[in-house]
């Protein structure tokens, strides 16, 4: 089943008379349970194509289908209700709440989705639990190591059960041991029949993935499913 069908994706930025062809022709089909890595270097489009993918933002030409739904004719609001019910996000930054506990921090995407109070609180406990930080749900993020927080910013990205967990340079932040323990967690989500896309510039991360695509230069230059493996990193 996809989850992520890109056709002929472009992104065109406009600056002044120059036009800046971000992505250019990208067809893409992820399936449910998938573990992809997006890799390639600065300025190749990744955060532009990311971008798109979490539906952050709209392509100039082309169309994404997200879990079956067409992206291309929704509106802002619309936009934010399929990425609130559709998409986990995990960021290198964490973008935690430092005044919220972790369970407050967790329970923040069933509050815009409109879940109740107790459900909230019982959920949030559960997806704490889920990554190890059961006996951790009433510190605040300064009270918790950088590793710890982005576990925390995992069990928010699971806690609506959504169809794809989409990670951006997730371990960028972490130590070696942090980031060893982060990618172990993804091995087990995975495990679980989660789909994962992250999108990471180190070798060590996207090694872990099953699938590892390479964009350069706006395009896929390189995709391990398509029977390149190996090739690819
Ligand atoms: P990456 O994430 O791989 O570093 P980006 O997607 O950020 O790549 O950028 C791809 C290209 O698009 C770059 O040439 C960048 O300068 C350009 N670009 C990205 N965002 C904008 C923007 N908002 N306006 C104009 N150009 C942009
Ligand atoms: P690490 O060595 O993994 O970076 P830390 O040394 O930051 O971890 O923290 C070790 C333990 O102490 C962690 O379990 C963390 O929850 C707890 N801890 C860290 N800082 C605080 C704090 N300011 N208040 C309460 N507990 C803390």
Known sequence: VPVIELTEVAKTYRMGTQEVHAV????????EGEYVAIIGPSG??????????????VSSAGSYRLAGEDVGVMDEIELAEVRNRRIGFVFQQFHLLPS??????????????????????RRAIEALERVGLGERVDH??????????????????????PALVLADEPTGNLDSTAT????????ELHAQGRTIV????????????????????????????????????
Not at 26 to 31: C, E, H, K, Q
Not at 44 to 57: A, R
Not at 198 to 221: M, N, Q
């Open 180 to 187: 060893e323990d982060a990618l172990r967690l993804f091995d």
């Open 140 to 161: 605040k993020p300064g009270e918790l190591s950088g590793g710890q927080q982005q576990r925390v910013a995992v069990a928010r990205a699971l806690v609506g059960d």
């Open 24 to 31: 250019r022709d990208v067809s893409l089909r992820i399936d």
């Open 44 to 57: 190749s489009g990744k955060s532009t194509l990311m971008n798109i993918i979490g539906c952050l933002d």
């Open 100 to 121: 919220l506990t972790a369970w407050r921090n967790v329970e923040l995407p069933l509050i815009y989705a409109g879940v109740g109070r107790e459900a909230r609180r």
């Open 198 to 233: 992250l999108i990471t510039h180190e070798t060590e991360v996207a090694d872990r993935a099953r699938r590892v695509i390479r964009v350069k230069d706006g395009c896929v230059s390189t995709d391990s499913a398509d029977g390149n493996v190996g090739a690819a990193i």
